[in-house]
Structures are given as C-alpha cells and as structure tokens.
C-alpha cells in the first residue's frame, strides 16, 4: 500500500526508525525488505553518475513505491528527516540499480557462498556493507567486484578481503593505486593504501625515502574493482606479500591449525 507519502508500506512500518540507531535495531525488518527487492528488475535510471543523482530526487520518484526497502527507507527519511536513512537509501538505490542485470539464481548463489565464507546471514551482510561504504561511489566498485566473483574471476575470499580493504580506503586515494605498479611514494597517500593492505614497502632505504608497490590485493582492487582492463596482474605474483588481514584470513589460520576454541 502507498502512503501519502509515497512510502511502501509493509508489515514492518518505517514508524520503528526515528533515527539510524532505530533502524539498528530493527535490522530484521530491513534485511527481510532488502530481500524482497533483491529480484527486482526493470530498475529505472535516475542518473547516470551518483553526483547527479540527490535524495529528493530518489524520495520523489515512483522507484520508492516499487522496491519495499526503497519505500521503507523512504519513509524514515520523509517522515523523521533521518539523513541516514535518506543516504542508505542511495546507495541502495545504487546497488539495486546495478546488479538487476544478474539473474535470480546468480544472486542467490552469491548470497550462499557470501553467507558460508562469513558464517553469517549474506543478505544481512551485505546490507550492513552498502550501510558502512562512506561514500556513493564505492557502491560501482562493489558492483564491480560481484560482477567479477559472479563470473569467477575472483575467489569469495578475494571478494571479501577487497571489500574490507574498500571500506578502509578513502575514495581519493584509490585513483592513485596504478601509480603503484611500479615503486613509488607519495606522501600520504602511502599511509591509507597500506592500512588497507593494497601496498607493502618494496624497498627499505635506511635514511631514505622507503618506496611502496602494489601487493596483490592490490593488482585485483585496480584490476576488478576499479575495472582497469589496461592491468594485467603479473604471472606468478606472490600472494603472501604483507598487507592488511581481514577476519578471512584468521578464519582460514585458525582451520589450518585445526584450532580448537574449546581448550580456552
């Protein structure tokens, strides 16, 4: 039913979000409309760049009554004046608009091995992670990448560890990565490409200024993630290069040594 608002209503009613935290809580209730709006199709553009494209323009428009958690972030939005629901609604809008073009089945198989490498509800994570990208336009490298994981370019692990090195980075930095690619040093760029374990320091030059490269998250970040089809990830490119350690690689460590929690 739509409200006079224009809001979707379903039996979880955008009344519960007066502000991000309600909506914290009630993370069930956005997952289970995050689920019925995965399938959606015929998606209608509102712009082509993310720039171009404002709130008021996606709360205003017929997208909102289509898609229930479009209508149910809408409704906090309108109804409370939550900005943080207006912007999730965004980039969620974002999402939707560019993953329509995978199939039922592919996003369903997505979700599976997502939810079975991270041990945790897919749609529920991937949710929380469109919620913490810090900016619209990460929402094309994500896309990016599933479209890379959906047509097994990439590992679900290797999905996963970008993902937390994409959440780390800040957006400006990454249109420096494929200075990387040969030894380089830019001042604090170096900083938060290698926090988010895209680089290592390739040379160590004692009283020197040191000089970072790519690892190899960070070939696949530029590669997939950015889509630079000009990039070739060298052959044989070590994989163990030091770099940022994501809850994947623990998990993975801790099955190697067969670890067993319950001795502690």
Known sequence: MITKFGIYRTNYSPRFFKHLGDME???ENLTLAFNESIDKQDIVELGQN?????????SNSDVVSTIPILG?????YKVYKSVSAGRLMKKVYFY??????????????????????GHDNGAEMLLD??????????ITI??????????????????????????????????????????NNINGVNDSLLSAG??????????????FRLNYSGYQMLRYGLDNHDINIPENFPKNIPGFITAVDVDNKLSE????????
């Open 142 to 183: 994500l896309c990016n990448l599933i479209n890379y994981r959906v047509n097994e370019h990439i590992s679900m692990t290797d999905f996963m560890r970008l993902t937390s090195s994409l959440e780390r980075v800040p957006i400006t930095d990454l249109r420096f990565l494929n200075k990387y690619t040969s030894e």
């Open 72 to 76: 149910l972030l809408n409704g906090a």
């Open 198 to 211: 895209l680089i290592y320091e390739s040379t160590v030059n004692v009283g020197k200024t040191p000089l």
């Open 129 to 138: 992670l469109i919620r913490r990208l810090d900016n619209g336009n990460k």
């Open 50 to 58: 993310i720039g171009d494209v404002t709130i008021d323009m996606i």
């Open 96 to 117: 939707l608009f560019q993953t329509q073009k995978f199939s039922r089945e592919e996003k369903e198989k997505f979700l599976r091995e997502y939810a079975s490498e």
């Open 25 to 27: 809580e009630q993370n």
């Open 257 to 264: 040594e067969d670890f067993d929690a319950g001795e502690y």
